[in-house]
């Protein structure tokens, strides 16, 4: 079945590191794919998303590229700040079936100043 | 414009009890779905109500959990009667149409079983 694959947390780095996250995803068609982010006590908010092989999703300073041919969506961001301290969920939704949303186990990130 | 709300915001019960989850989605939005995170584990997909009807319900573990969306507005999730692995984080998310590519979470209800 489809789903979502993102590294081991927790993460820990100092602001102003770069930041990834890997994400890789097994889909039988062309999803689409989201990261969410949960900033603590908050709930799930889009941080961005990619419809369609070589889109790039861009917001607050972070990027991920949509590969098809390494099946991935990895999560960047060139300096992070404490204010980043959060849990990000890699995510797809089949175009095809316009229903639930396949999440990834989420990776917790600590900055620390 | 009000976002998806849900009620409680946390809720420890003892295993054997009932609980009553609520979500309000995003004012005219007929899609309504229910997730779950357990254990820290990956958010899992429940069910997907169109309006009041239950498109999807694919998701929901067992038969001691009951959701409705009575007039096509909010949305009930009960567990009954709850046991310990149904903690976790409850999620509800809303859309105003099924081909919306975003769907908008609410902030979730932490339920703690004892």
């Known amino acids: 079945g489809n789903s979502v694959t993102q590294m081991e947390g927790p993460v820990t780095l100092s602001e102003e590191a770069f930041l990834t996250i890997n994400c890789t995803y097994t889909a039988t068609g062309y999803p689409s794919l989201f990261w969410y982010v949960q900033y603590p006590g908050e709930g799930l908010q889009l941080l961005l998303k990619a419809t369609k092989a070589d889109d790039k999703g861009s917001n607050k300073g972070f990027e991920a590229t949509y590969r098809k041919e390494t099946t991935s969506f990895h999560l960047e961001k060139g300096s992070v700040q404490v204010s980043d301290s959060a849990v990000y969920f890699c995510?797809?939704?089949?175009?095809?079936?316009?229903?639930?949303?396949?999440f990834g186990p989420g990776t917790s990130l600590s900055v620390i100043p | 414009e009000a976002g998806v709300t849900q009620f409680p915001s946390h809720s420890v019960i003892e295993k054997g009890q009932t609980v009553t989850l609520r979500c309000d989605p995003i004012?005219?939005?007929?899609?309504l779905y229910w997730y779950r995170r357990v254990m820290g584990k990956e958010i899992k997909f429940l069910l997907h109500?169109?309006?009041?009807?239950?498109?999807?319900e694919s998701g929901m573990p067992n038969n001691r959990f009951l959701a409705e969306r009575t007039g096509g507005t909010y949305s009930t999730l009960k567990v009954q009667p709850a046991e310990l692995e149904d903690s976790g984080v409850y999620f509800c998310?809303?859309?105003?149409?099924?081909?919306?590519?975003?769907?908008?979470f609410g902030p979730g209800t932490r339920l703690l079983v004892l």
């Open positions: 995510a797809l939704r089949m175009k095809t079936s316009y229903d639930k949303v396949i």
């Open positions: 998310a809303s859309s105003q149409d099924v081909r919306q590519e975003t769907q908008y």
């Open positions: 004012s005219g939005h007929d899609n």
């Open positions: 109500f169109v309006k009041e009807s239950k498109q999807d």
